[in-house]
């Protein structure tokens, strides 16, 4: 089996067994990759062994066979490169890095690579280690996602008409905002404020992040099946129903 040495982050973990773990790393030049680490946690009388953490950003070793795209690959070898204990001295930031690794994980496919999104990501968790609030470093990852797996919406204009004015609502299966004149016709929309469609025209700058996160989150949430399970811990509810 082919030997692979690249960069990772930790997306998941499932323990596997006492001293095993199942793994889904994010890797630089590979993409998406599921390992099994055996004896990752047996310990020695000298040493504990806790495993690999969520969220460890490291150079790993694994052996593969691409060819059989479901079998797990095996991990050989795992050095930590970058502790980022600042994320866990606030919750807020614990709370945004993982809603960025279970988006991460639920919309990128098996072994195909997304260096630029590899370096969004560890961007992210760098800069939310050290953040007072999440939402402006979380909404540029999300734009980051979105442009990565080629789920970017449109926000110029009505994805129905073309008008550039009167943008009142969004539509995540129709791909976009939709203007005054056509949202009546739409079975799955949601209102959106024009602070919101300011801030998405302008990329996270400055605005309303609240509403822009949750619009993007509403739009994931289209794309994964379901809503991830982190966004209620960094824009309450209330607030992502009325986009504001």
């Given at each position: ?38 004896g990752i946690k047996r310990g020695t009388k000298a040493r504990f062994a806790a495993g690999i953490d969520l969220l460890e950003v490291g150079q790993v ?22 502790s980022l204990f600042g994320l866990r001295e606030k919750l807020f930031r614990i709370h945004a890095a993982q809603y960025a690794v279970e988006i991460t ?140």
């Open positions: 089996m082919p030997i692979i040495r690249d960069e990772a982050i930790v997306l998941g973990r499932v323990d596997y067994s006492e001293t095993s773990q199942v793994l889904v790393l994010f890797t630089r030049q590979h993409g998406k990759v599921r390992a099994i680490a055996k070793v694994v052996s593969s066979r691409q060819e059989r795209g479901s079998a797990l690959a095996t991990l050989t070898e795992w050095k930590q490169t970058r994980g639920q919309l990128t496919e098996d072994w195909d690579a997304h260096a630029d999104l590899f370096e969004a990501l560890t961007t992210a968790l760098a800069d939310l280690s050290a953040a007072q609030e999440p939402l402006e470093i979380t909404l540029r990852y999300q734009f980051a996602l979105l442009d990565a797996i080629g789920a970017m919406p449109r926000f110029d204009v009505c994805v129905l008409c073309g008008r550039d004015d009167n943008l009142t609502h969004f539509s995540s299966f129709e791909g976009g905002l939709v203007c005054r004149h056509c949202e009546a016709g739409q079975v799955e929309k949601r209102e959106v404020s024009p602070a919101t469609v300011a801030i998405l025209r302008g990329r996270g700058g400055p605005g309303s992040r609240a509403g822009g996160f949750s619009l993007l989150n509403y739009h994931l949430s289209h794309l994964m099946g379901r809503e991830p399970e982190l966004a209620s811990h960094l824009v309450s509810r209330k607030t992502q129903r009325l986009v504001e």
